[in-house]
């Protein structure tokens, strides 16, 4: 029986060198200036925010939930991310989680990896975080929420599309059938998205409305609600066993339009596929390596803020 998530991000070789190499450089450029940006505005107290937030979007993307056509989705975070901690700082916990994946789980080649940073991290972060910020100071919740909303799907359909042209781009896909073909399946993931983003905005909202607020967030203390996001992210965990094993959108294109055996397995493996090598491809080596993988990138994350912070204090 399969229990663990199906892999859900570009391997090696469906790419091209040259492409590849062109979104590494987009994507180091970016987190740079997102370094630079956050060690100027970066709070103590906003440390283990970002931690948490890396945790939980790490542990949510394991859940794979179906949608049409024997396919399955994921959610991406990047949007909520930035809406919770701003763009810059959100580009550097999806960047965190995303090269987790890759390095510790073999999700997504390495040589790709600045392509699936740049589609995950950086596109959903920035177009998320944009489309809110128009109505962040609305007094009505519900509108806030709506925009969101919008935004978390937007972000989930804009990612599908730069995947879908760096596909062309590379040569394994005509234009006109690989753009139809991912942003039919995403629009749809892209609900399951904004469904995930609202209602954990609405729970933030209800419980600590501060921590949408970047000044006060980063002066308020109270440790309770630090401990409750890592209980959070590793209840989400708990059901990772349950997700779809159907190929998520990417996979299911790639299936279609004939080059997904252009895909090269990681040349090592540490944790494959979210399991625990000699526990098997059971229910309890999916939970402790989700267990695992939410601990270590809230680790990094933490680490990555307190290096930033010191340096911002010298």
Do not use: C
Request: net charge neutral; charged share 10%.
């Amino acid at each position: 029986m399969h229990y663990a998530p199906v892999p859900m991000h570009i391997p090696d070789g469906l790419l091209s060198l040259v492409v590849a190499l062109i979104f590494w450089a987009l994507t180091a450029a970016s987190v740079a200036l997102a370094i630079f940006k956050t060690n100027k505005t970066l709070g103590e107290k906003q440390i283990p925010l970002m931690g948490i937030m890396a945790a939980f979007i790490f542990a949510a993307q394991m859940l794979n939930f179906p949608v049409a056509g024997g396919t399955s989705g994921h959610f991406l975070g990047g949007a909520l991310a930035a809406i919770v901690l701003g763009p810059w700082a959100a580009i550097l916990v999806m960047t965190s989680v995303i090269a987790v994946q890759g390095l510790l789980f073999q999700d997504g080649g390495l040589l790709v990896m600045g392509a699936n940073i740049f589609n995950m991290g950086i596109v959903t972060a920035i177009i998320g975080f944009g489309l809110y910020r128009s109505v962040s100071g609305n007094p009505n919740k519900t509108v806030r929420l709506a925009f969101a909303g919008a935004g978390a799907w937007l972000a989930t359909v804009s990612a599908a599309l730069v995947t879908a042209l760096q596909l062309w781009l590379s040569g394994n896909a005509h234009i006109e059938i690989v753009v139809p073909a991912m942003l039919g399946v995403h629009v749809i993931i892209g609900i399951g998205e904004a469904v995930i983003s609202v209602a954990a905005l609405a729970f933030i909202e209800q419980t600590r409305p501060d921590l949408l607020n970047a000044e006060k967030s980063a002066q308020q203390g109270g440790g309770g609600w630090v401990w409750a996001g890592i209980l959070l992210s590793l209840a989400t965990v708990l059901f990772s066993p349950l997700v779809s094993a159907s190929p998520d959108g990417l996979e299911r294109v790639a299936d279609n339009l004939g080059f997904l055996s252009q895909g090269v397995s990681a040349p090592y493996q540490l944790l494959p596929d979210y399991t625990i090598p000699f526990l098997g491809e059971t229910a309890l080596s999916t939970i402790a390596a989700g267990a695992i993988g939410a601990l270590v990138v809230l680790g990094v994350v933490v680490l990555i803020g307190r290096n930033l912070r010191k340096r911002s204090a010298e």
